[in-house]
């Protein structure tokens, strides 16, 4: 089972990017909460935001109000709609997953990242 992130790109300060994450495999599984983090150059890895398979969001202070976390269960998806964009939300984008599958539990499965420029 992987997640496999796509979306991101370069953009101007205050423009808007979306951010799409889908898990997939050749076996059955199954995912319980989702989210996204994120790497600027020269920094740790972050959270940004994340959403259980119920629904409940949690948004780091960072980004509240400018980024909005969504995700279709039945697409296994998860999205990232980041408006209002600054150059302070330049990073490599990560989704992470906490996936079930051949009777064990994968908590905090990475995908690859997807690179977000945010130029001034």
């Known amino acids: 089972v992987q997640l496999q992130a796509s979306g991101g790109g370069l953009v101007q300060s205050g423009g808007s990017l979306r951010l799409s994450c889908y898990a997939s495999?050749?076996?059955?599984?199954?995912?319980?909460?989702m989210g996204w983090y994120r790497q600027a150059p020269g920094k740790q890895r972050e959270f940004v935001a994340d959403?259980?398979?119920?629904?409940?969001?949690d948004y780091a202070e960072s980004v509240k109000g400018r980024f909005t976390i969504s995700r279709d269960n039945a697409k296994k998806a998860v999205y990232l709609q980041m408006n209002s964009l600054k150059p302070e939300d330049t990073a490599v984008y990560y989704c992470n997953a906490d996936l079930y599958y051949g009777g064990k539990y994968y908590p905090g499965t990475w995908g690859q990242g997807t690179l977000v420029t945010v130029s001034s």
């Open positions: 959403i259980t398979k119920g629904g409940s969001i």
């Open positions: 495999g050749s076996t059955t599984f199954s995912i319980n909460g």
